[in-house]
């Protein structure tokens, strides 16, 4: 299935835009991408640097999925932003961090802004928010970021731009959309274990209203974080910024 792409030139932010067309009715699927956004924003309300030579996507597509199984998306979303930066980046570099920032050598290359809402008919209406460090990485940002630049295969002259980024990114994310249908979220999250490595360790966990300290014991079957608390009891966080190798 080929999914259309439309560019803007100039947007505030590509989740934003699928918010209004969603709101409207439009139901999908289409990706919407933005060579420059002003107001592009990450997990929180946080701003998003939205420097030209980088990508700015988001998906807009329906599903009757209730919103627990849909939030897996962003899953499927990691592994394919993954992917696009494993064809350009020197082998061994990629990885995810839970839940879904994939990082090259350790740092913030790539993140996920999953939004959704109540469709009339009963479903949900998906907005698979994207965006890729490609040219340039943001400064002063709370996790150290790269770019794909700096970690660019040996036998590649330069990063590629935003348009062939999406074809790969928009080929990948499909690719995993059919196989959670298919063989379901287990076989995704395999994949997933593969370039988290665990997670595993000492971690601080930032909720809304709590901070938690313990120790990451992988994930629960749905994709949730395990987090032991000192007090030998299981906390699963399913969203929230997690710190990993932080003193408990």
């Given at each position: 299935?080929?999914?259309?792409?439309?560019?803007?030139?100039?947007?505030?932010?590509?989740?934003?835009?699928?918010?209004?067309?969603?709101?409207?009715?439009?139901?999908?699927?289409?990706?919407?991408?933005?060579?420059?956004?002003?107001?592009?924003?990450?997990?929180?309300?946080?701003?998003?640097?939205?420097?030209?030579?980088?990508?700015?996507?988001?998906?807009?597509?329906?599903?009757?999925?209730?919103?627990?199984?849909?939030?897996?998306?962003?899953?499927?979303?990691?592994?394919?932003?993954?992917?696009?930066?494993?064809?350009?980046?020197?082998?061994?570099?990629?990885?995810?961090r839970w839940p879904n920032d994939v990082t090259l050598a350790g740092l913030k290359?790539?993140?996920?802004?999953?939004?959704?809402?109540?469709?009339?008919?009963?479903?949900?209406?998906?907005?698979?928010?994207?965006?890729?460090?490609?040219?340039?990485?943001?400064?002063?940002?709370?996790?150290?970021?790269?770019?794909?630049?700096?970690?660019?295969?040996?036998?590649?002259?330069?990063?590629?731009?935003?348009?062939?980024a999406l074809e790969v990114l928009a080929k990948a994310f499909?690719?995993?959309?059919?196989?959670?249908?298919?063989?379901?979220?287990?076989?995704?999250?395999?994949?997933?274990?593969?370039?988290?490595?665990?997670?595993?360790?000492?971690?601080?966990?930032?909720?809304?209203?709590?901070?938690?300290?313990?120790?990451?014991?992988?994930?629960?079957?749905?994709?949730?974080?395990?987090?032991?608390?000192?007090?030998?009891?299981?906390?699963?966080?399913?969203?929230?910024?997690?710190?990993?190798?932080?003193?408990?």
């Amino acid at each position: 299935m080929t999914v259309p792409v439309i560019w803007f030139d100039a947007l505030d932010s590509t989740n934003l835009e699928a918010r209004r067309r969603a709101e409207a009715g439009e139901t999908g699927p289409v990706w919407l991408a933005a060579r420059h956004q002003s107001a592009g924003r990450g997990r929180r309300g946080r701003p998003w640097a939205s420097d030209s030579g980088n990508l700015f996507a988001t998906l807009l597509l329906v599903t009757s999925r209730p919103a627990g199984e849909a939030a897996q998306a962003s899953f499927l979303a990691a592994l394919a932003a993954a992917d696009l930066l494993e064809a350009f980046a020197t082998p061994g570099a990629v990885a995810i961090r839970w839940p879904n920032d994939v990082t090259l050598a350790g740092l913030k290359a790539s993140g996920i802004l999953l939004e959704s809402g109540a469709r009339s008919d009963g479903g949900l209406w998906l907005a698979v928010g994207i965006g890729v460090n490609l040219a340039h990485a943001p400064e002063g940002t709370e996790r150290p970021a790269t770019a794909l630049a700096s970690y660019l295969r040996a036998d590649l002259a330069r990063v590629p731009d935003p348009e062939t980024a999406l074809e790969v990114l928009a080929k990948a994310f499909e690719s995993w959309w059919l196989r959670w249908e298919r063989e379901g979220f287990v076989r995704v999250l395999d994949a997933w274990r593969s370039l988290a490595g665990g997670p595993a360790g000492p971690c601080v966990a930032r909720l809304p209203g709590e901070t938690l300290s313990g120790e990451a014991e992988g994930v629960a079957s749905d994709g949730a974080l395990r987090l032991r608390l000192g007090d030998g009891s299981i906390r699963l966080i399913t969203a929230g910024d997690v710190f990993f190798g932080e003193a408990a």
